[in-house]
């Protein structure tokens, strides 16, 4: 007896692009092979910073922390006042991968984790000690995976708040008007990250 409710999709098996990703994700953690490095370690991390799985106050402040850190390692001499400081942190926010590249949160914070080039995963191709038999039937079973993926994201919004914080000391090193004694406020270092 056959089933009506088989979905093709060329090249893939799942239903979805998040389903492969899913499949892929959780074999790869339950596997006995060595997935930690490389690509399918990259989409297992891709997974678990989904809309579905992540915090987003804390995408949110990784995200601002890889754009200013990367803002930060550009600009080489640091003098500062305070109309620059504002527009230090809009040009930060614009470094952020996901705006300047249009990436989607779950590429670009995967990029910043995983120190890569930043650019879009894809689902396919799959590895070949996860591919089916083509005579293998595929059916769909949605809410497979359910209760299968956990994700705790913790640090990201204290670090973006120290970083911050830090960067604003900079700025206002021998800021007051009221200074008698001329201060000099660059900082030039090279900072590797």
């Known amino acids: 007896m056959k089933r009506k409710n088989k979905k093709n999709i060329t090249g893939m098996r799942a239903h979805s692009e998040l389903a492969e990703f899913l499949y892929q994700s959780i074999r790869s953690g339950m596997s006995r092979s060595n997935y930690l490095f490389g690509e399918v370690f ?37 003098t500062q006042t305070k109309g620059q400081a504002r527009a230090f942190w809009h040009q930060a926010e614009q470094e952020r991968y996901d705006k300047k590249r249009g990436l989607t949160k779950e590429d670009a914070a995967t990029a910043f984790l995983l120190d890569r080039q930043p650019r879009k995963i894809s689902a396919l191709p799959r590895p070949t000690e996860m591919e089916a038999k083509p005579t293998t039937p595929y059916y769909a079973r949605r ?3 359910r209760g299968k993926v956990l994700t ?15 960067v604003n000391a900079l700025i206002r090193l021998g800021g ?11 900082i030039t270092q090279s900072m590797k990250l």
């Open 42 to 78: 990259a989409k297992r991390v891709r997974t678990h910073l989904n809309k579905r799985y992540r915090n987003e106050a804390e995408i949110e402040a990784l995200l601002k922390l890889q754009g200013g850190l990367k803002l930060l390692t550009k600009i080489g001499r640091f």
């Open 143 to 145: 809410g497979s995976s």
């Open 152 to 166: 705790q994201m913790k640090g990201a919004v204290q670090t973006n708040k120290a970083f911050t914080d830090f």
């Open 176 to 186: 007051s008007t009221k200074d008698k004694v001329r201060i000099k406020r660059t």
